[in-house]
T-cell receptor
Framework: QKEVEQNSGPLSVPEGAIASLNCTYS??????FFWYRQYSGKSPELIMF????GDKEDGRFTAQLNKASQYVSLLIRDSQPSDSATYLC???????????FGTGTRLQVTL | EPEVTQTPSHQVTQMGQEVILRCVPI?????FYWYRQILGQKVEFLVS????????KSEIFDDQFSVERPDGSNFTLKIRSTKLEDSAMYFC????????????FGPGTRLTVT
């Protein structure tokens, strides 16, 4: 069974701080890694994707991938109350393959 | 910005009835997917579809489920005889092609089976 593991949280960070969200995966053949944001009652919204080891930055978001450790992380800089949501890590074995999701980490950004 | 759309937003049906959930993927996308999320649980893959064929399906996608692309824009999920445990949010997603395979999700259809 190919698993994606995330700490369910909640992860509470003050406004303006850095939020660090982590994800591990079991399938060593995984090639594509995604972070989705899901507000309560809404659908997953793609915010970052990463395919190669290292860091990828987009605005306030940085995705980090370490395939040797089977570890993906998402950093959110200057956290805002509007960032409060559940962050889903998803992994795909190949291009155009199904996504396997983790259970998500609930992030709370406090004022 | 193009979006995946889904109808209806909420469907209530009685056990044993057939339902059809509809999706319009992003227009230049070639790969289509259905996922579901039972309340409080993780998002689960159901089926992927490419070139008018099922590419992959999960164990959840049994004979009660079918998918179809009836025309150039719609992509449908049919559940033939709904069960109580089919109650969930159903999400359609699409991705552009083999090289740009990021999946974009629609707003979902909440299916309630009574």
């Amino acid at each position: 069974q190919k698993e994606v593991e995330q700490n369910s949280g909640p992860l509470s960070v003050p406004e303006g701080a850095i939020a660090s969200l982590n994800c591990t995966y079991s399938d060593r053949g995984s090639q594509s890694f995604f972070w989705y944001r899901q507000y309560s009652g809404k659908s997953p919204e793609l915010i970052m994707f990463i395919y190669s080891n290292g860091d990828k930055e987009d605005g306030r978001f940085t995705a980090q991938l370490n395939k040797a450790s089977q570890y993906v992380s998402l950093l959110i800089r200057d956290s805002q109350p509007s960032d409060s949501a559940t962050y889903l890590c998803a992994v795909a074995a190949g291009t155009a393959s199904k996504l396997t999701f983790g259970t998500g980490t609930r992030l709370q950004v406090t004022l | 910005e193009p979006e995946v759309t889904q109808t209806p937003s909420h469907q209530v049906t009685q056990m044993g009835q057939e339902v059809i959930l509809r999706c319009v993927p992003i227009s230049n996308h070639l790969y289509f997917y259905w996922y579901r999320q039972i309340l409080g649980q993780k998002v689960e893959f159901l089926v992927s579809f490419y070139n008018n064929e099922i590419s992959e399906k999960s164990e959840i996608f049994d004979d009660q489920f079918s998918v179809e692309r009836p025309d150039g824009s719609n992509f449908t999920l049919k559940i033939r005889s709904t069960k109580l445990e089919d109650s969930a949010m159903y999400f359609c997603a699409s991705s552009r092609d083999y090289t740009a395979h990021e999946q974009y999700f629609g707003p979902g259809t909440r299916l309630t089976v009574t």
